[in-house]
Structure formats: C-alpha cells, structure tokens
C-alpha cells in the first residue's frame, strides 16, 4: 500500500510540474505570437520599472521651479539647490525621511550635504561631498545632479536607486569617491539585466 501511495504521489507530482511547464511555454508564445506588448501589459512594466527618464525636450530631468523671494550665498549654491530639488524630485520613496529637511536655499544644512571652501576660490562655499548610505531611498539619479560642478564624494550605497547614471556626471571634474554600490542602476538600459 506504501508504495502505491510513494507511486500515486509522484506521478501527481510529475504531472502538476508538467502542467505548470506546459502553461508557461504556452504565455510566453502568446507574448512571442503577437509580437507586442497589450496595454496592460505595458502599465505593469512601467510601474515596475524606473529606467530612463526623458523630459520633453529629450533631456533625463526634472523641472525645478526656484522661487525668486529665496536668497542664495552664490551661484554655486543656487546650482546646488536646483540640483537637489530635482533629485528630491525623482526620489519615490525615503523611509527615514533623510530629505525631509531638503527645504530653503540653505543647502549646506540639507542631511546628507557637506559643504566646504571652493577649490579655486577659498571665500565662497559650495557642495562638495553627498552621503546618503543605507538610506533605503528609491529613485534615480536626475541630470541636474551635473550641476553639483565642485563635488568631491558621492555616496549613496545600500539604497534602491534604478536607471542609469547621468550623462552629465562627466562634468563632475572634481569627483574623486563615487559609491553607487548595493543599489538596481541598470547595466546597458536594463534594471533587469544586473545591479550595481
């Protein structure tokens, strides 16, 4: 009687494994036989995925407003606090609330921002260092952060940053520590093909 049961088991077994084979070979093939993606479809995957963002005029960004009655040290800090709102912007989720305080043109007061001498002229402050580790935050990373011309380290491993890393990171000529690391930056466009 045993081993009818041991028997009875497995092929219920063998038999469900195929069944459930069998029912993903067959939507896959849907997918592949109609050669585009339904509606639905397309929704569930931009929400559940945060790869590239393009504004309209084609650039990845965001649209930061500066209201005229704040006052800025310098240019400088007013670049800083465009690049900050903007990535305030672009972030979806921040558990421990580390931008919270991300208000008013003092950005040298903002959590996470280390401000310091500028390296070519002594008498202004400027950005110089981000440190945003295990903060959890989900986003990405937009354009403006390339106006953060006198950044020197940037930190923010063990968050849930997606996309890619700004083209205009280039201009970062001072960035010497960049962490990205334990966070989904995609590797050639693609959140899904690796993490960073």
């Known amino acids: 009687m045993k081993k009818k049961t041991t028997l009875f088991d497995f092929s219920l077994l063998l038999l469900t494994a195929a069944f459930f084979f069998a029912s993903t070979l067959s939507s896959s093939s849907h997918i592949i036989s109609h050669g585009s993606l339904t509606d639905a479809e397309a929704l569930y995957i931009k929400q ?23 006052v800025f040290e310098n240019k400088r800090l007013r670049n800083a606090y465009i690049a900050l709102q903007a990535w ?25 921002v280390f401000c310091a001498p500028a390296p070519d002229n002594s008498s202004i402050r400027t950005v110089a260092g981000i440190d945003l580790n295990h903060g959890d935050i ?16 940037f930190h923010i491993n063990s968050n849930r940053f997606c996309g890619t890393v700004p083209h205009k990171f280039r201009n970062l000529k001072l960035l010497f520590e960049l962490d990205i690391s334990n966070n989904r930056f995609a590797v050639r466009g693609d959140c899904a093909q690796g993490a960073v």
């Open 48 to 70: 559940r995925q945060l790869l590239y963002y393009r504004d309209e005029s084609g650039d990845r960004g965001e649209i930061v407003k500066v209201d005229p009655s704040l």
């Open 88 to 112: 305030k912007e672009a972030i979806l989720s921040d558990p421990f609330n580390l931008t919270g305080d991300w208000v008013g043109s003092n950005v040298c007061s903002y959590t996470g």
């Open 138 to 153: 989900a986003g990405y990373l937009p354009e403006e952060l390339g106006l953060l011309t006198d950044l020197a380290l």
